[in-house]
């Protein structure tokens, strides 16, 4: 599992990351790309991809509560399938691509 022993830098840089993540959702474009360099320097692979993926699902869920009024459901319901599929997909392919051969 993963632990939260992060060195000072890193904490840094995982605050430094959540504001340019903030901007990015305001609006501010071509933060996603600063970000994934900045968390690929200061984590490992595995813990900057699942923390910047975890970042990022957060802000979109607040979003989602703050715009719920203006949200197009309808589209939101036809696309959901589709992304519940992905996932599972990619879960799956992940725990066969890890299963001894």
Partial sequence: MFDLDFTTYQWITLT?????AGLGK?????MSMIIVVLMANAFPVKASVG????MFCTGDLLAINYYRRDASWTHIWRLL???VLGIGLGVWLDK???APR
């Fill in 26 to 30: 305001a609006g501010l474009k071509g």
């Fill in 51 to 54: 923390l910047v993926v975890l």
């Fill in 96 to 98: 066969t691509e890890r």
């Fill in 16 to 20: 430094g990351v959540a504001f340019l």
């Fill in 81 to 83: 399938p589709a992304a």
